[in-house]
């Protein structure tokens, strides 16, 4: 597979200057106030970036959960308990997971990968497309994530995402971090450590773990600025969407499997 | 010609009190046993990440599905004009509203935020079906409320038909908006097939009609009030045909999934060894819900035995109940290929095996509850209102009722 097809527009760098004049002319219209509040929310989220990830399965070590640990723990879920009695199985299939650590065989020449699967940050999400209300969305640096006031459950998304990457709260939350808002009821998934990167973090939790624990499979990045690390990798690289016949151009990437 | 007489449902008070209080006590129980899911969360319930839609989904699909096909017979009678539908119509009306409240209630009920329905019915994503639907239940309503009103009220009666008209053709599009609902989940094998929409609606036919048959022949039953030999022998021809054409659809929508060599897996699922769901299509589906009813129906043994014309219409409903439960849970428990070639040997997250999933009695008790809520507004709406003749027996020879 040619390592160009998949790769995403490098070049709109140059769209940046006049994003940010049309943004404003189009803020400015209809009053100052309108005008402030979208200026703070917008920040950190611009059109002129994509987030995304490269994952190198090669990289990623048998048996470690480094990544998924971390996650646990970046955004609370590790605060989750499991109902009294509940057994293992229902326990694993109820409790949410971000992300997860996958182990595979090729059936004709029996090479084994391992990898860490998660929200793959579509640019076409169908999770966005069949969402009721509108909860779920895709911010303009190509984030997928969940408004949880306005998420009211329905599941839809669940039922479309193709990599299952969606977790519903079953339970009542009784503790929670306040970078990583949950509720009984609402749907969430992998946010790509947003509240991070707003603040202006360049790494996600799951990166910061894997580097830590020497294995470098993760590579967090902006896939459209070409002199982005990720973006340098992925022109060199052949990497792979999974299920790349949805042609959801994926913001995570795989190479190596 | 003579006219028909419409009277509200009078019977014995004991009778009629006596069912209402029983339906109202289902009521109960199902709500009460909703609060308990909603309270607790939904890990009371069989439902998980791997099955996120579960009994309640099955429930209420079923009943929006058979809703729509409730409203059959007043569109024959006066979209299509047949005679002998006509005077049925307006229980037709009410039935299809009192359905369709029932799945809808069930739907709300199994959100994780039943508490912000006010947000779905004021914020809509117009790319999403769902919000789609949201509207076409809301019209369906509105819509077959004034068709009732037009067919009851002599002043509106020039408005009857493209009111008709219009009831027929929504309740086309609510069908095939629930039918949609996973024609969109591109990603599971089992739901990837163009014929799922006109699937939906040939099942909506069939559901549909057999509640209706079932409803009246209770009412009449209920009031004391006589239906005609004939009038019955038509209503059953037309569920052969219609429980005829589910199954034919169902052949059909399994031999062109055979025929994509992708599909091969989940129709093996279904049709040979996915256990519980393999019984549920093959025992449920077509021996209870088709083969079984067809040899009721068509029997000369039966041409005029009311039971079995009963017995065949709940056999039908039971049989189309297991077909949507094959089609939510069944298409849901079947692991989505993520890793074309590959085997997956480990996951934390049950990748690449079949998901289990077994309903708990909340979730049966509150989709019951949906099935008593469409009941009591017919029981309520039969009584206040006047939608049933006061007789149905056959027309004399010659004559258009
Ligand atoms: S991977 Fe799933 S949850 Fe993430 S953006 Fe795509 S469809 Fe949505
Ligand atoms: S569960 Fe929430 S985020 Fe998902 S489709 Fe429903 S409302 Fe949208």
């Known amino acids: 597979m040619s390592c160009n097809s998949d790769q995403p527009d490098m070049n709109r760098r140059g769209f940046l200057g006049k994003t940010v004049v049309a943004a404003t002319a189009a803020v400015v219209a209809p009053g100052i106030m ?30 470690c959960s480094a990544c998924v640990d971390a996650c646990n723990k970046e955004n609370g879920i590790d605060l989750m308990q499991r109902p009294e009695g509940q057994a293992d199985e229902m326990w694993n299939a109820q409790r949410p997971q971000w992300v997860r650590k996958v182990k595979l065989r090729d059936k004709q020449t029996g090479e084994v990968s391992n990898l860490p699967m998660m929200c793959q940050h579509c640019e076409h999400p169908p999770c966005v ?124 990437r795989y190479t190596n499997i | 010609m003579i006219k028909t007489q419409y009277r509200e449902l009078h019977c014995s008070s004991p009778r009629y009190w006596g069912g209402l209080a029983s339906l109202a006590f289902i009521i109960l129980v199902g709500l009460g046993a909703a609060f308990h899911m909603e309270h607790n969360g939904h890990f009371v319930t069989g439902m998980s990440n791997q099955i996120v839609w579960g009994l309640p989904h099955v429930f209420a699909i079923f009943l929006i599905v058979a809703a729509s096909g409730a409203l059959n017979v007043a569109s024959i009678g006066s979209v299509f004009g047949g005679p002998m539908y006509k005077p049925l119509g307006r229980f037709s009306g009410l039935l299809a509203i009192g359905l369709l409240a029932g799945g809808l209630v069930v739907l709300l009920l199994d959100l994780g935020r039943p508490d912000r329905l006010i947000v779905a019915m004021t914020t809509y994503n117009f790319k999403s079906i769902f919000a789609w639907n949201i509207i076409l239940y809301t019209g369906f309503f509105t819509i077959v409320g004034l068709y009732l009103w037009t067919m009851m009220d002599r002043k509106f009666e020039q408005y009857k038909r493209p009111v008709g008209f219009a009831a027929f053709f929504w309740r086309i599009a609510l069908t095939t908006g629930t039918g949609s609902i996973f024609g969109f989940l591109v990603a599971r094998e089992a739901y990837d097939a163009a014929i799922m929409a006109p699937m939906f609606i040939i099942m909506s036919f069939s559901y549909g009609l057999a509640f209706f048959i079932i409803t009246l022949i209770s009412a009449y039953w209920w009031a004391g009030r006589t239906i005609g030999d004939l009038r019955l022998a038509k209503l059953k021809n037309l569920l052969g045909v219609f429980v005829g054409a589910v199954l034919y659809f169902a052949l059909v929508y399994h031999l062109t999934n055979l025929y994509v060599t992708q599909h091969h897996g989940v129709e093996r699922f279904i049709l040979l060894d996915g256990g519980i769901y393999t019984n549920m299509f093959w025992i449920g589906q077509v021996l209870i819900g088709g083969v079984i009813p067809l040899f009721l129906l068509y029997s000369p043994a039966f041409t005029t035995s009311r039971f079995a014309l009963s017995i065949a219409s709940l056999l039908v409903l039971i049989g189309g109940f297991f077909q949507v439960y094959v089609i939510v849970i069944g298409g849901q428990a079947y692991p989505m290929n993520l890793f074309p070639g590959k085997e997956v040997l480990e996951s934390s997250f049950y990748d690449g095996v079949v998901a289990s999933y077994t309903p708990t009695t909340a979730e049966a008790l509150l989709g019951i509850a949906g099935i008593a809520i469409a009941m009591t507004l017919v029981a309520v709406g039969s009584r206040m209102l006047r939608v049933l003749p006061e007789s149905l027996e056959d027309p004399a020879e010659g004559e258009c009722a």
């Not at chain 1, 309108?34 to 970036?49: D, Q």
């Not at chain 1, 830590?212 to 967090?220: C, E, K, N, V, Y």
């Open chain 1, 129 to 252: 497309d069949v969402c009721p209300t509108g909860a779920s969305f895709k911010r303009a640096d190509g984030i997928v994530m969940v408004d949880r006031h306005t998420c009211i459950g329905c599941r839809y998304c669940m039922m479309a995402c193709p990599y299952k990457a969606r977790s519903f709260i079953h339970q009542d939350v009784a503790e929670q971090l306040t970078g990583a808002p949950r509720g009984k009821g609402c749907v969430e998934s992998c946010n790509l450590c947003a509240g991070r990167i707003d603040a202006g973090n360049s790494t996600t939790a799951c990166q910061d773990a894997c580097n830590r624990d020497g294995h470098q499979a993760i590579l967090f990045g902006d896939l459209k600025n070409p002199d982005s690390e990720i973006a340098k990798a992925l022109k060199t690289e052949s990497s792979h969407q999974i299920r790349a016949d949805l042609e959801l151009n994926t913001g995570v």
């Open chain 1, 34 to 63: 309108l005008t402030v509040a979208k200026a703070s929310s917008e920040e950190g989220a611009s059109s002129a970036v994509r987030w995304g990830m490269l994952i190198d399965t090669n990289k990623c070590a048998d048996g």
